[in-house]
């Protein structure tokens, strides 16, 4: 998987918005749970969000509910994360994953990991 972001290498104002993606390579998105964790710095991995890419269906963390949105291009082998209105404990590494099951876990991570992309630092300032 190879994740990138896009809009100012990951630097943002709380508040603000940014978009990361991520690229399959050497595999297609076909029954698949792909989503997306992040680590912030002295801290543990944390399932963000995760999406089915056999029906579209997205779970979220708690923590950013109704500001964050996961989707899904099958066609093109991508998956994006649209973070809104975000806050500086959101600062972190992003790493996008997937799992070779398109069963997501309802708390937003996924249920295992066969792939991962490379991770995307994210900066918020405050």
């Known amino acids: 998987l190879r994740s990138s972001c896009r809009r100012w290498g990951g630097l943002v104002q709380a508040g603000g918005s940014l978009r990361l993606s991520c690229a399959a390579s050497?595999?297609?998105?076909?029954?698949?749970?792909i989503g997306w964790f992040r680590q912030a710095p002295g801290k543990g991995r944390e399932g963000v969000t995760c999406i089915s890419s056999t029906d579209g269906t997205a779970y979220y963390a708690d923590s950013v509910k109704g500001r964050f949105t996961v989707s899904s291009d099958n066609a093109k082998n991508m998956v994006y994360l649209q973070m809104n209105r975000l806050k500086p404990e959101g600062a972190a590494v992003y790493y996008c994953a997937a799992h070779l099951s398109d069963v997501c876990d309802r708390s937003g991570a996924l249920m295992g990991v066969d792939y991962w992309g490379k991770g995307t630092l994210v900066t918020v300032s405050s």
């Open positions: 050497g595999f297609t998105f076909t029954n698949l749970a």
